[in-house]
Nanobody
Framework: QVQLVESGGGLVQPGESLRLSCVAS????????IGWFRQAPGKEREGVSS????????YYARSVEGRFFIDRTNAENTVTLQMNSLKPEETGVYYC????????????????????WGQGTQVTVSS
């Protein structure tokens, strides 16, 4: 069964860090771009970051550049998202997703380009 499973979410205070993991099963992660998205209550799903299979291309939403870092270990079928200096407005459900396409800097954040999604992990940033 093809699936992605996220973990690592939780409740943190503003300024703290979290590390999310996305583990793939049923397919080999190395053939896919993997993206992280988040969805806040009442808002549309938005792209946070994405990474190519070779790790050469990494994309970030402007709001998280310099604070978030995406990486992957293909041998372990895992992609991680290190999130530092978290802000309350970054509260939401975080999803990872795969795409066999090769997105550009202009398309990586389009959820429509991704075909398999995890169930999400809740991140709450609150004092």
């Amino acid at each position: 069964q093809v699936q992605l499973v996220e973990s690592g979410g939780g409740l943190v205070q503003p300024g703290e860090s979290l590390r999310l993991s996305c583990v793939a099963s049923g397919f080999s992660l190395e053939n896919y771009f993997i993206g992280w998205f988040r969805q806040a209550p009442g808002k549309e799903r938005e792209g946070v970051s994405s990474i190519s299979s070779s790790r050469r291309s990494r994309y970030y939403a402007r709001s998280v550049e310099g604070r978030f870092f995406i990486d992957r270990t293909n041998a372990e079928n895992t992609v991680t998202l290190q999130m530092n200096s978290l802000k309350p407005e970054e509260t939401g459900v975080y999803y990872c997703a795969r795409t066999a396409r090769v997105p550009s800097i202009h398309t990586w954040y389009g959820a429509v380009n991704y075909d398999v999604w995890g169930q999400g992990t809740q991140v709450t940033v609150s004092s």
